[in-house]
């Protein structure tokens, strides 16, 4: 419930404070005085105008109203109330002091990654002139005059307007100078950037809205055969459209403006500009037009006498079961009874192909939020959710933190997908258990679905912690695919590179091909070729900022930096012996299309990737091409693996399974079978069997024979039992410290003396100190601490307690204090 003025009881004496989130990574929210002029006006929930420190202006959530005057210090007047009403809820304020509390990081960030930034109003620097100066301008310099002249006229410049006067990039030495001699001084304005996007409609005078006269203004129409030929334009698009927009009328009559100004001013036609949304919505409806089969129907029985004894419940439905239809018929039962829906994904790359089966069923009822939306469009969403406008709301990780009025259901789609985890910046928190969280506050249920789920939410089912409902059939009875193995280490290239196409693989392809069918092929790397070796000494060439080897890009001809991305010309010559004769070593994805493309030249090839998705609709509009069958091969990463469904592709190759199954990590064979077992998922969803074809140099590696059985059950039991010895998750909670520095010997330091002060009480849960894989990304070594901390939320909070306390003891140290520490809740 949101606090105002009114809720609390105060006499004469004592003033009104509020403790007000603003967008910094501040230890603690600071508190503001609400002026007596504005003390009516405030609630938790607005926002108000606050100064910080050299007159720094923010625009600052209102957390908590009080009467209680700090101690400490004597708190600054806020500036201005920016809302009438409340633009975040109380149950959002609740999520946002968890996510800061459990990650380990501050409201303000919180806030940075909850809100658009609309509501973060910029701080634009203003420069105001200073009326003590007088007009004697004898003594300044040309430019100096000038802005001087402009500022006694016009009282306050920004820096665009100074930018334009003086006409030159060299303008803060003319600023400096001028603020220096006092002619004018600095203000910091809140400028809000949101506005109202519109339309120009044209309209009938309704003179002529009668048959009859419209009949003999066209009889009686005289010369201007263009403008008669626009107005009958506009006749045809008001009978067919209903409404008639300028743009539109325009493009079908392919006339120009000034003919339709020669209508306006003929009094004939009428301009009109109206807001409209920046997004287009349908009709709202709901239409179900299937029937669940019988395995669907159970689950979803099953899942509604789930919710009533817990609000979660986790439902393992192998691939193209058809979790996504039970996902719909629960989505109805929610909004008829009047309830909002999240529909959580964890790639921005899977909203366009469901939001599409969404909207057939749901029309306007559902609209779509992530961060390929411009500020505009993001803020028209929130507005329409926070009004209850839009019932379903389909998007990624950042979409947990809408203005929900009265949520009933979140759906989190691939649960077990690590894209829901936040890395950089903080707030690094999981928006799947977030969601738990927040489904409490809201007293909504929540629905967790994979056909590999995590072995936390696996393990929390089958223990009790959550409600557990399987789908072990598929849609339609299709069985799952075959999947075979292909030892590629008798069949090394000549160079003895990896080989990209075995025969047995193309052999497939090619058959496939012919059958009229579709093949997805998966290499988890992008580029043509992760890295390049001198032939004669070895060396390989390095990214300048981080300790990791550049990968080619033959499109642009550059070798990047996939973690800093910085791009460096090709290398021809070995900076160590002088060699010009160099060696690609492994593949990516556009090694592969190119490959594709010398083999099965008469194919239609595509590549899903970073790289070639980088526009709002670019990966939409690959999908569709695929689903229309204009694409006959899709090469790609991590994008081809998630949920995507195709009627039409029978084959699927795994190029380089050793990629998968080769990193230092105590999840790897976890992740390994989820990748593998969801690539497969994609082949032979209808009609006939599909096929998934693997390669690998290991085929006695032990996580394969659970592949080829799809059997995910007996991974678990298999690993779980690892798990338990080595006190890992499920059976622990992971902490992880990072220390990042430029200096390498200062951050072993840092992280050496962090270990130590940790050893005593937590000696037996510590790993490490150590450096990553790769210990210097943008300049900055790293190192990193683990601490496994019993599940008991107590032993978690006084570790995390702990944890504060050795931050507060290293910074204490003068030449530690440049060393960051950023904790990692949970990390994946």
Same mark, same amino acid.
């Not at 192909?353 to 939020?369: M, P, T, W």
């Given at each position: ?54 007159? !720094? @202006?923010?625009?600052? =959530? /209102? ?5 209680? $005057?700090? #101690? ?124 109202? !996007? @519109?339309?120009?409609? =044209? /309209? ?5 809205? $009668?048959? #009859? ?125 009047? @309830? ?221 930096c996939h973690y800093c991305g910085a791009t460096y010309p090709m290398v021809t010559t070995c900076a160590a012996c002088g060699s010009h004769h160099f060696i690609q070593r492994n593949f990516g994805t556009e090694r592969i299309e190119e490959s594709l493309e010398e083999v099965f030249p008469k194919a239609k090839i595509a590549r899903m990737d970073i790289d070639s998705v980088r526009g709002k609709h670019a990966h939409d509009s690959l999908i569709q091409l695929f689903e229309q069958k204009r694409i006959d091969i899709l090469v790609g990463t991590q994008m081809v693996v998630k949920g995507l469904d195709f009627d039409n592709v029978d084959l699927v190759g795994i190029l380089d399974a050793d990629s998968l199954l080769s990193f230092a990590d105590f999840r790897v064979n976890e992740r390994a079978f ?155």
């Amino acid at each position: 419930m949101t606090t105002s003025f009114e809720d609390i009881s105060r006499d004469a004496t004592h003033s009104l404070y509020a403790d007000i989130i603003i967008p910094l990574a501040l230890p603690q929210n600071y508190t503001w005085r609400i002026p007596d002029q504005y003390a009516e006006m405030v609630k938790t929930g607005c926002r108000v105008e606050v100064t910080l420190r050299k007159n !720094k @202006k923010y625009a600052g =959530v /209102i957390k908590r109203l009080h009467q209680n $005057k700090p #101690e400490a210090f004597d708190p600054h007047p806020i500036l201005n109330v920016l809302d009438a009403e409340p633009i975040v809820y109380d149950h959002q304020l609740k999520l946002w002091t968890w996510i800061a509390q459990y990650y380990m990081c501050s409201e303000g960030e919180v806030m940075a990654a909850a809100l658009p930034s609309y509501f973060k109003l910029n701080s634009e620097t203003v420069f105001v002139f200073n009326e003590e100066f007088g007009e004697d301008f004898s003594a300044l310099d040309n430019d100096e005059f000038i802005i001087a002249e402009a500022l006694s006229l016009k009282k306050e410049l920004r820096l665009p307007e100074i930018q334009l006067l003086l006409d030159s990039a060299h303008i803060y030495p003319v600023i400096k100078r001028l603020v220096d001699r006092k002619v004018c001084y600095v203000w910091e304005a809140l400028k809000d950037h949101y506005s109202v !996007k @519109k339309e120009t409609y =044209v /309209i009938l005078n309704r003179d002529y809205e $009668k048959d #009859e006269v419209m009949a003999d203004l066209l009889n009686h129409w005289k010369r201007a055969p263009k403008q008669m030929e626009l107005l009958l334009s506009y006749l045809h698009l008001i009978k067919t459209e209903g409404e008639v927009t300028k743009t539109s009328l325009l493009k079908k009559s392919g006339a120009s403006d000034s003919q339709l100004k020669g209508l306006v001013e003929k009094n004939i036609l009428w301009l009109e500009k109206r807001a409209i949304d920046r997004l287009r919505y349908l009709p709202p409806q709901i239409n179900i037009d299937f029937t669940l089969s019988a395995a669907q129907q159970e689950a979803f029985l099953e899942i509604n006498e789930a919710f009533k004894e817990n609000p979660v419940c986790l439902l393992h439905g192998i691939t193209s079961s058809g979790k996504t239809q039970v996902y719909i018929k629960l989505i109805e039962k929610y909004l008829l009874e009047g @309830k909002q829906i999240l529909y959580l994904l964890p790639e921005i790359a899977l909203t366009s192909q469901i939001i599409r089966r969404l909207q057939k069923h749901f029309g306007g009822h559902i609209g779509i939020y992530h961060s390929k939306f411009n500020q505009n469009e993001r803020i028209e969403i929130w507005n329409k959710i926070k009004s209850g406008e839009l019932k379903i709301v389909l998007g990624a990780r950042s979409a947990l933190f809408l203005p929900f009025t009265d949520l009933g259901l979140i759906i989190v789609d691939e649960e077990h997908d690590t894209s829901f985890k936040q890395y950089e910046p903080a707030p690094r928190y999981n928006a799947r258990d977030s969601s738990i969280y927040y489904a409490g506050i809201c007293k909504a249920h929540v629905l967790l679905g994979s056909a590999t789920p995590s072995f936390e939410s696996y393990y929390n089912a089958t223990q009790g912690k959550y409600g557990l409902v399987k789908l072990n059939e598929r849609y339609g009875g299709v069985q799952l695919p075959t999947i075979e193995l292909i030892d590629t280490r008798n069949i090394l290239k000549n160079d003895k590179a990896k080989v990209i196409l075995s025969p047995s693989l193309k052999e497939s392809i090619d058959k496939s091909l012919q059958n009229g069918r579709q093949v997805i092929l998966f290499q988890n790397r992008r580029g043509y070729s992760p890295y390049q070796i001198c032939a004669a000494c070895g060396w390989i060439p390095q990214c300048n900022h981080c300790d990791v080897s550049l990968t080619y890009h033959k499109l642009t001809n550059k070798l990047v930096c996939h973690y800093c991305g910085a791009t460096y010309p090709m290398v021809t010559t070995c900076a160590a012996c002088g060699s010009h004769h160099f060696i690609q070593r492994n593949f990516g994805t556009e090694r592969i299309e190119e490959s594709l493309e010398e083999v099965f030249p008469k194919a239609k090839i595509a590549r899903m990737d970073i790289d070639s998705v980088r526009g709002k609709h670019a990966h939409d509009s690959l999908i569709q091409l695929f689903e229309q069958k204009r694409i006959d091969i899709l090469v790609g990463t991590q994008m081809v693996v998630k949920g995507l469904d195709f009627d039409n592709v029978d084959l699927v190759g795994i190029l380089d399974a050793d990629s998968l199954l080769s990193f230092a990590d105590f999840r790897v064979n976890e992740r390994a079978f989820q990748l593998m077992e969801q690539v497969s998922g994609r082949a032979g969803r209808k009609d006939e069997r599909g096929r998934v074809l693997i390669q690998t140099m290991n085929v006695k590696h032990p996580v394969l024979p659970f592949v080829q059985r799809h059997d995910y059950p007996a991974l678990f039991k298999s690993e779980i039992e690892t798990r338990e010895r080595f006190f890992y998750p499920p059976f622990s909670r992971i902490l992880k410290i990072i220390f990042r520095h430029k200096l390498k010997e200062r951050v072993a330091e840092a992280a050496r003396l962090f270990s130590a002060g940790l050893d005593k009480e937590y000696g037996k849960y510590l790993v490490g100190p150590a450096e990553p894989p790769v210990n210097r990304i943008r300049n900055q070594y790293l190192m990193e601490l683990l601490i496994k901390i019993p599940k008991d939320n107590i032993s978690l909070s006084r570790c995390k307690q702990a944890v504060k306390q050795e931050m507060i003891r290293l910074y204490q140290i003068q030449h530690l204090r440049s060393v960051v520490i950023l904790p990692d809740v949970d990390p994946l």
